[in-house]
């Protein structure tokens, strides 16, 4: 009797061990979003979160680049929308779009990594800032194009924008405030470089940031021109 019992008990227990917990995208996403509300998205943080282990959320989602896709597309939807165009140039907008993808980044670094495919999944943004330059006067691959070539202006800058603050935050000196300060010596070694003169106004992530969009909005221009006088000549 107890023999019989005790092999009872140990099916019950086996199969409870063995019993693979119900998970699903929805659920898994709500976990994405409760973890990543309060903290970094980790595998680990998830799974907690699902009530499973790591080895089964890893079964259905093949690892934490999974997770943090949607850790991305989640916080894609609280980053607004593309700014108005009313009342400004093509070049201003521009700008402004550039100022709007850039706060977009930083804010949530995690939609840096995949860029466009998180940060617009549904391409309703590039529709938007494509009719606009349309509006303007582009073709719709001017104005694809030029999309492209901007976002990625910003996601370069941002990148390295993120790094030079990773460094700072572990301690190191990144290049240009260790280039400044070599600078200060006057290095025998640096000759082309000894003419520069970088105060605080020239290490300004923001100043620096307006500089290389507008060197990439005036390329944009130099292109069109171009375009222009080639059709009417």
């Known amino acids: 009797m107890d023999e019989k019992g005790d092999k009872h008990e140990s099916g019950k227990t086996a199969s409870r061990r063995g019993r693979i917990p ?18 970094e998205v980790t595998m680990h943080g998830v799974a907690k979160a699902l009530g499973v282990n790591v080895t089964t959320l890893y079964r259905h989602t093949g690892g934490l680049e999974y997770l943090k896709i949607i850790h991305a597309r989640q916080k894609s939807t609280q980053v607004g929308e593309v700014p108005a165009a009313a009342g400004l140039t093509w070049k201003q907008w521009l700008g402004q779009l550039a100022d709007f993808y850039r706060t977009a980044f930083l804010s949530n670094p995690d939609l840096l990594k995949y860029a466009q495919a998180a940060l617009d999944p549904d391409l309703q ?9 349309i509006d303007y006067g582009f073709s719709a691959l001017e104005a694809v194009r030029t999309h492209a070539f901007l976002i990625n202006n910003v996601v370069g800058y941002v990148s390295q924008e993120l790094q030079t603050q990773l460094e700072s935050d572990e301690g190191q000196t990144p290049t240009y405030a260790r280039l400044a300060e070599i600078l200060k010596s006057r290095s025998h070694r640096l000759p082309a470089l000894s003419e520069l003169r970088l105060g605080d106004e020239e290490l300004d992530n923001d100043a620096n940031f307006r500089y290389f969009i507008d060197c990439a909005i005036q390329g944009v ?13």
């Open 22 to 39: 119900s998970i699903n995208k929805a659920l898994i996403e709500a976990a994405v979003r409760k973890v990543g509300d309060q903290e």
């Open 125 to 133: 943004r590039l529709e938007r800032a494509t009719q606009v330059l």
């Open 221 to 233: 221009a130099a292109r069109q021109e171009r375009k222009e006088m080639s059709d009417t000549s």
